[in-house]
């Protein structure tokens, strides 16, 4: 089973630096299998990115999302403190099943 | 605008059993795979089932396999989640979401707000 593990663990970063994540993956992935979700204190998780590298529907251009093979990353510039919360990959097809990594936590101080 | 409602959660005693259901508008239904996802507090997300728009295709968490039943009524535009024989470890809160099944992977692309199961004697 493929294993998604995302770091840092936590991100600490004032507003307008910028948001590097990364989540690897323990084997190959097809990158259209790969997604992104934002979950903010209290809110269900939202949607993203999509595919490795495309902004779901209302999503800032501030976030841009790359990676193949095994390393993707979530990239979000200019932090705002709305962009507080929790960030999670997640690949979709082998098993087939639906996989999340364990998620890296956004602090905008 | 599309909207997914989900009820039924509870407490409940180790071993009993609950259905949780997921009330669904805005979306043609019965052209999405739904699934369920949950979430232990302070924890992160854990995918627990999964049903095409045919209902012919259904799979399971192994942590739930054989417990949990997830089912439809594309008529009432609504999902089902039967979880029977439940542990302490089944206690979070659950989301329905809707899949969008692509020719080239898929993604979860509407969530509801969750219901809380709370599996405790």
């Known amino acids: 089973e493929i294993v998604l593990t995302q770091t840092p663990g936590t991100l600490s970063l004032s507003p307008g630096e910028t948001a590097t994540l990364s989540c690897r993956a323990s084997?190959?992935?097809?990158?259209?299998?790969l997604n992104w979700y934002q979950q903010r204190p209290g809110q269900a998780p939202r949607l993203i990115i999509i595919?490795?590298?495309n902004r779901a529907t209302g999503i800032p251009d501030r976030f841009s999302g790359r990676g193949s093979g095994t390393d993707f990353t979530l990239t979000i510039s200019k932090v705002e403190p709305e962009d507080s919360g929790v960030y999670y990959c997640?690949?979709?097809?082998?098993?087939?099943?639906?996989?999340f990594g364990q998620g890296t936590r956004l602090e905008i101080k | 605008q599309v909207r997914l409602v989900e009820s039924g959660g509870g407490l409940v005693k180790p071993g009993g059993s609950l259905r949780l259901s997921c009330g669904a508008s805005?979306?043609?239904?019965?052209?999405?795979?739904m699934s369920w996802i949950r979430q232990a507090p302070g924890k992160g997300l854990e995918w627990v089932a999964f049903?095409?728009?045919?209902?012919?295709?259904?799979y399971y968490a192994d942590s739930v396999k054989g417990r949990f039943t997830i089912s439809r009524d594309d008529a009432d535009s609504s999902l089902f989640l039967d979880m029977n024989s439940l542990r302490a470890e089944d206690t979070a809160l659950y989301y329905c979401?809707?899949?969008?099944?692509?020719?080239?992977?898929?993604?979860?692309?509407?969530w509801g707000q969750g219901t809380l199961v709370s599996v405790s004697s």
């Open positions: 979401a809707s899949f969008f099944q692509g020719l080239d992977g898929g993604h979860l692309d509407y």
């Open positions: 805005g979306l043609t239904f019965n052209k999405y795979y």
């Open positions: 049903m095409s728009e045919t209902g012919r295709t259904i």
């Open positions: 084997q190959n992935i097809r990158s259209s299998y």
């Open positions: 595919g490795a590298s």
């Open positions: 997640q690949q979709y097809g082998f098993s087939p099943s639906i996989i």
